[in-house]
């Protein structure tokens, strides 16, 4: 379920309301019930807190309790006044967040649940907008299905940011019945309104919404015209094509771009002309999007123009046909992807490293094995990977060298590499790996022997080790018959 904090159009909604110069709850501190858990009573305390980063940390400690904090209810809702601007740290990263004790307070009364449903549907019918829309906002978080009525009377209501957010949080309950209502706010008057009832009706993925979503794709505003195309994208009814092949050529790039990923998404194979056409495009946007279409489609008549694309100027585009070329195993991008990989773009070498692999042609593995050795580290772990997928013996002791390499990315894909090619010389190596100070490194090396041997003595380093020495002759002497694995 998405955190309320996190949609932007919420935040910059609630800010730019005017305040109600409100703080803490009304209710008297004195009525707090003495006979709570120690933890919860000083949460609900807090909200009384004069200062305004104290009353939202106490906010974020209720709702982080989740339904053992229903007590807390009657204290959040008062809460949802309170507008004073405050910062808090995101856990877990050095990010700090714009909010208030009022927008933590409609999160934590959503975390809450059920128990928390009247009173923000109560909250709903406010007097004051910032209370409506911070009481929609929550009642997103919640996602009760009870609260869907409420929901679609107030998408009638004066303000659009309370329709706006009580679209959106139709979309995250998802309930049959909200669709024509949904449906009737494509024709507000609020570009915003009608681009939050776009997303709910794509989060709902309801074939009824396409007609009014096809209509929307000559919307006056370019951001409702691409949520539309995107919904389409999504909802994936075919009478949809031909509005969303004429949309490729929408005057704003952004629109073109999202039809282009719309139609990918479709796969209908009729629309590969005008995808090559969009590949032709003034936009690079388009043309990135149209590239990524065409991978999808998996059609080799796309082939001449994804090469062709290879030779674009725009970086992005070039980046989306080596992956398209990629996804269609074209055998004719082996040389061209060669070149690429040669070349000074790191993300460009990755992106051709990458498709290498996927295309599997045994010619690429030089090209691959010199990338090992590449400056970034995140090639050499791509180049890594492929290795594994072409499955070729000889470059097995280039594959042993990666597993010392520094970066642990490159180590892992190196392992798995070495456990998809199968061949007995990487088991030494392997066995060494099992010590490695990264876990999932050790469970890589662990599975290779496997796969190598057909044993599973997990992570003991002393057990593989009898084995190897009791048993490597059989396996050597078989790989030097023609025997081995692949």
Excluded at 74 to 95: H, N, V
Excluded at 290 to 304: D, I, T, W
Excluded at 339 to 364: M, T, V
Aim: proline letters at 6%.
């Amino acid at each position: 379920m998405r955190n309320v904090w996190q949609g932007a159009i919420i935040l910059v909604c609630i800010l730019a309301l005017s305040g109600l110069g409100l703080t803490q709850p009304t209710t008297p501190k004195d009525k707090i019930p003495t006979d709570l858990p120690a933890d919860l009573k000083e949460a609900i305390t807090g909200l009384y807190s004069d200062n305004p980063t104290q009353r939202a940390e106490a906010a974020v400690k209720l709702g982080e309790m989740g339904e053992k904090a229903k007590d807390a209810v009657p204290f959040l809702a008062e809460l949802l006044k309170d507008d004073k601007a405050t910062e808090l740290k995101i856990p877990g990263a050095d990010i700090v967040s714009t909010t208030s004790p009022g927008i933590e307070a409609a999160v934590a009364l959503g975390r809450i649940g059920t128990p928390a449903l009247n009173a923000l549907l109560t909250a709903l019918k406010d007097k004051n907008d910032r209370v409506r829309v911070l009481a929609a906002a929550g009642l997103e978080e919640l996602a009760n299905p009870q609260a869907v009525d409420g929901l679609i009377a107030a998408l009638k209501d004066p303000n659009p940011d309370v329709q706006a957010t009580a679209a959106r949080a139709l979309g995250e309950i998802s309930e049959a019945k909200a669709v024509p209502s949904l449906i009737d706010l494509l024709k507000d008057k609020q570009a915003v309104v009608r681009a939050s009832a776009i997303l709910a009706l794509t989060e709902m993925k309801d074939i009824k919404a396409s007609p009014g979503l096809m209509e929307a794709l000559k919307d006056k505003d370019p951001k409702v015209r691409r949520l539309a195309a995107l919904g389409l994208g999504e909802i994936k009814d075919v009478k949809a094509v031909p509005a969303l092949a004429a949309a490729l050529k929408d005057q704003d790039g952004s629109v073109g771009a999202a039809a282009a990923m719309a139609l990918g998404e479709m796969g209908d194979p009729k629309v590969l002309p005008q995808l090559l056409a969009a590949l032709k495009s003034d936009s690079p946007e388009v043309k990135a999007h149209a590239a990524v279409a065409l991978g999808k489609l998996k059609n080799p008549k796309a082939e001449a123009a994804l090469l062709e694309a290879l030779k674009d100027k725009d970086h992005n585009v070039k980046l989306r046909a080596i992956q398209a070329l990629g996804t269609l195993g074209s055998p004719q991008a082996v040389k061209p992807l060669m070149e690429i990989a040669k070349g000074d773009n790191s993300s460009l070498r990755s992106a051709a490293a990458y498709a290498l692999g996927r295309i599997g042609d045994p010619q690429a593995g030089m090209t691959l094995v010199n990338l090992l050795k590449d400056k970034n580290s995140y090639v050499r772990g791509i180049a890594a990977l492929s290795l594994g997928r072409l499955r070729l013996f000889r470059t097995t002791r280039p594959l042993v060298g990666a597993l010392r390499d520094e970066d642990p990315f490159v180590r892992y894909n190196a392992a798995v590499a070495l456990g998809e090619i199968g061949y007995p010389q990487a088991v030494r190596p392997l066995i060494l790996s099992l010590k490695d100070q990264n876990p999932c490194i050790q469970e890589a090396a662990g599975q290779a022997l496997e796969k190598i041997t057909g044993k599973n003595f997990g992570l003991d380093q002393v057990a593989w080790h009898k084995f190897w020495e009791d048993n490597k002759e059989t396996y050597l002497s078989s790989c030097a018959k023609g025997l081995c694995k692949h």
